[in-house]
């Protein structure tokens, strides 16, 4: 068995106290004069903001703040999520993943290798002492504006046998938990062309790969997503 961590992470110590829950309101807004454009919609979610937000002060040794409550819109604090989920999409790039991935999960065409090349990106990552970024496809909906049933959450150990992982994650959606992890199977590891099946179950194992969240949410593919800390 094969185990690593990011040294000193916890989600209960390094993870927001409150829950990626928020009222409807725009993350941004242009103002111009007496015009308003609001630009996005929280309500949402902005768990990929949380995230990078969460990691940039894991790595600059800071805590996040212990409030409860998700911070009122034009605070520093919600700003500083807003624009860090703003940072994650990549310039589209990350919704593209999610996209393609669930149209691949759609068709039958997501293989044991994708999700094999994924998995080994996330653990080089957490090899090398950073946090990861993992994209968790709930839908294999095509339709763009289902691209919200997707989350982001961050990976921050692992432990993983020749065709099993469990990653351990802080997600937003279930704050000040340390015990939330993904469980991994992939059964024939040179396995490339089979599709993948997805399964809600923590001991679900049906076919080449199988996925599930300990919190019950049902995952139909693993992503690694990329992340830059902050600058300055």
Known sequence: MRSTAVPGFLPSRNGFAFQNRWPAGPAFELRARYLRVGIGEVAEGLCGGMCFAAADRFLRGELPPADAAPPAQGTPLFDEIAWRQLVSLELGRTPLRFWWAAA??????????????????????????????????????????????????????????????????????HPGRDDVSIELRIAG????????????????????????????????????????????
């Open 104 to 173: 691949r999960c759609g068709a039958g065409l997501w293989s044991a290798g994708d999700q094999v090349r994924a998995w080994r990106a996330i653990r080089a990552d957490l090899d090398a002492g950073r946090p990861a970024m993992l994209g968790l496809v709930r839908s294999a909906a095509v339709n763009p504006f289902a691209l919200t049933k997707n989350h982001q959450v961050l990976g921050f150990a692992y432990e993983a046998g020749p065709a099993r992982a469990t990653i351990r994650i802080y997600d937003p959606n």
């Open 189 to 232: 590891l040179a396995t490339r062309d089979v599709p993948a099946q997805a399964t809600a179950g923590p001991a679900a194992n049906a076919g080449p790969v199988s996925l599930a969240q300990t919190t019950g949410e049902p995952i139909l593919a693993l992503l690694r997503l990329p992340y830059r800390p902050a600058p300055g």
